[in-house]
């Protein structure tokens, strides 16, 4: 009797073992992707597990083993199973019925601004008795494009006056009589011929027009990433993309026509309207600081050989060396031209301005 139980033991042994070894895979879907496909520096993001057990066999133990840049740090509880050494790993256990789904959203911290994708999980299964592992890679597709943090918003008006010589407000400071806007309550500084008559006959009292201000103003910034120095200084690099960022939102914002260009990034143009501005962020997000980049000088080089009118430059570069004072002030003799340095602290010096350069000291530190 003993014999034939132990038979049967072995015999259900190598017959699970086969039929899981066959069938383990089948009808095992993995889906990991990212939630959102955008977030911006310091945000907390999720990742989503969907694990489905499509078939009559249950797994009683699936292990998905994920690797993310270790820019994306797990936060939470999602911190338990999480380990950070040249990426970011995560290795997750799961116990499935036949026919079960299970969904998880793991939180997660965006430390840097970057582009991250999710190419592959490790999928590794076992046998009824946990004698046997199979293993699987499975593919996946998703990305996240990690924003540039933006400034504090007073500092980027700061910068927006010096640029423009105006606070960048929504007032409209030179009404063009053919862009019309909107209509308004009437104030007794109107002029006559702005009163809405139609309008004000439907209401209650009088109603004026409203003129868009247009300008044949264009903005060109030059992002400098060049990073060359014995002592690396990345973090006033990412300032300056920072700056980029927030700069181009409030100038696109304003309804002005906008260009960014440096020497680690395509080339953006941006028509008026806020809603193109994720274009510029997705660029920006792009930019490796790690690789070798052209000199600033090579950049203002190229846009001296194409002047064009009705430009406004704002140069934004932490490197004050000769070379690139000395081409900033030859660029500044022909356009307006706006010199952003980021430093560190206020007691940083800053290279003196000279010729037509103005100077914009952008503190990193500061309170």
């Known amino acids: 009797m003993l014999l034939l139980l132990l038979a049967g033991a072995a015999a259900f042994y190598l017959l699970q073992r086969i039929i899981y070894q ?7 879907h993995i889906g990991v992707e990212f939630e959102a496909h955008s977030a911006y520096e310091g945000d907390i993001s999720y990742l989503r597990e969907e694990i489905t057990n499509d078939k009559h066999l249950p797994l009683p133990a699936l292990e998905v083993n994920l690797a993310m840049d270790r820019a994306l740090k797990f936060s939470g509880d999602a911190r ?49 008795f946990f004698q046997r592992s199979f293993h699987s890679d499975r593919i996946l597709r998703s990305a996240l494009y990690v924003y540039p943090r933006l400034t504090d918003t007073r500092r980027i008006a700061l910068l927006c006056r010096a640029v423009s010589g105006m606070i960048v407000t929504q007032n409209r400071l030179f009404p063009d009589p053919f862009c019309f806007f909107g209509i308004r309550d009437y104030h007794p500084s ?4 702005h009163i809405n008559w139609k309008a ?12 868009d201000s247009t300008t044949n103003i264009r903005l ?18 990412e300032e300056g993309i920072r700056i980029a960022a927030s700069l181009g939102f409030r100038i696109v914002k304003e309804r002005m026509e906008l260009t960014v260009t440096g020497n680690g990034m395509n080339k953006v143009c941006l ?50 060396d000769e070379d690139t004072a000395r081409s ?3 660029m500044a003799e022909n356009v307006p031209l706006m010199w952003v340095i980021p430093v560190q602290n206020a007691g940083d010096c800053v290279t003196a301005p000279s010729g037509g350069v103005h100077i914009f000291k952008w503190e990193m530190n500061r309170s």
């Open 190 to 193: 109107d002029p006559m011929h």
């Open 328 to 330: 900033i002030a030859s």
């Open 22 to 28: 066959r069938y383990w895979n089948a009808g095992l």
């Open 271 to 320: 028509k008026d309207g806020a809603g193109q501005i994720q274009t510029l962020y997705r660029e920006l997000s792009r930019i490796d600081i790690h690789k070798p980049v052209p000199r600033l000088w090579e950049e203002l080089r190229k846009e001296k050989e194409q002047p064009q009118s009705g430009i406004i430059y704002v140069i934004i570069s932490m490197n004050q």
């Open 220 to 237: 060109r910034i030059i992002l400098d990433t060049e990073d060359s120095g014995i002592v690396r200084q990345e973090e006033l690099t």
């Open 80 to 128: 338990e199973n999480a380990n950070v050494t040249d990426q970011s790993y995560r290795r997750d256990l799961f116990s499935l019925f036949m026919r079960q789904r299970v969904i998880r959203r793991l939180p997660f911290v965006c430390e840097k601004r970057g582009y991250y994708e999710l190419t592959k999980a490790d999928v590794i299964g076992y046998d009824f």
């Open 200 to 211: 004000s006959a439907k209401g209650q009292g009088l109603l004026v027009n409203q003129f």
